[in-house]
């Protein structure tokens, strides 16, 4: 595989997660959408690490700083998540517009 094959690829998966973020009316649906957009910026890293001659283990650091920073985004939003339906018993993002209850 050639590196424009795996930016073509992280393009898809960017744009799909973009829309997916963008278009669902469940806060679960838009989790799985941000998911996706920084694996999507995952994969990037990754082949531009493949192609790199100067340090190959720049974009493998990278990576791990992405997941990282997924797994934290994960708790954080699901905890949010779980609270709101407990407050309002939905977690539709349009029925929430206020911060205060």
Do not use: H, K, W
Request: hydrophobic share 55%; aromatic share 10%; net charge neutral.
């Amino acid at each position: 595989m050639t590196l424009e094959m795996y930016l073509l690829l992280s393009a898809v998966l960017f744009c799909l997660g973009l829309f997916g973020a963008l278009s669902q009316r469940n806060l679960i649906a838009v989790l799985i959408g941000v998911e996706l957009m920084m694996n999507a910026a995952s994969l990037n890293f990754m082949a531009f690490n493949r192609f790199s001659v100067t340090d190959p283990s720049t974009g493998q650091v990278f990576v791990l700083i992405i997941i990282g920073l997924a797994a934290a985004e994960v708790a954080i939003f699901l905890s949010i998540i779980l609270n709101l339906y407990r407050q309002r018993r939905t977690i539709d993002p349009e029925s929430i517009t206020e911060l205060r209850y």
